[in-house]
């Protein structure tokens, strides 16, 4: 059964262009950069990421665009009957589990949230478990993934995404496996100057520049002013 704006709709692919320049408009005008550290695996897996930030949809989005990856994110009924255009992008309602399935068995990823909420930016909450039974019933691994988005020394925020290896289709796995991913991304921030990028990190999207930085770039441009002209 489809639904209003999936994807592979008549109406889903006419609007798909549009949302998903927003999803991109989104994240280049609100974050200074998106980093990322790990390799992308080939599909189909279901990926697992921690949910504290407004912005973890988009960069699920982000990250199966950039690698070229055909993937869907399992969202929350109520969000997706406040935006079902989403839909287009690759959102697919979180009851769907047997449209999940069907992606999963068919090549593609499919990515969840399993704390099954958005929570603070602190530790791992408890896990839900349809990560491991998605990944069990399609025959598929986990990538675990940490995800932080912090405002450091600079004006916008920045997102950090750390992909782990890929595991077994197990919750217990699954939960030390991000546990540790977050831990160790989390010692990074507090061991890392915050005008300097956390190491091992990559850029796969850089957008924002910081006052100070266009400043700067402004004063290089008309150079410094004569002495005749600041003298009094």
Sequence with gaps: MAYPFDRDTLLGRAIRPHVERAL???????????????????PPFVLAMNHHSFFDGHLVWFLFKWGGIRGSLLVSEENLRAFPVLRSAGALDAHRLR?????LKSGEAVAVFPEGEMRPAGPLGPLKPGAAWLAKKAGVPILPVASRVWLRGF??????????EPIPPDEETLEESLRGLLFTLDELYFSTHPREVLSGFRPILFSRRSLDERLKTLTEKIGQPSQTLISV
Excluded: T
Excluded at 99 to 103: D, I, V
Excluded at 155 to 164: D, K, Q, R, T
């Design 24 to 42: 991109y408009r989104s994240l280049k005008r609100s974050l200074r950069a998106v980093y990322l550290k790990g390799e992308l695996p080939k």
């Design 99 to 103: 449209e999940a399935l069907r992606r």
């Design 155 to 164: 004006e916008h925020p920045e997102a950090f995404l750390l992909l782990g």
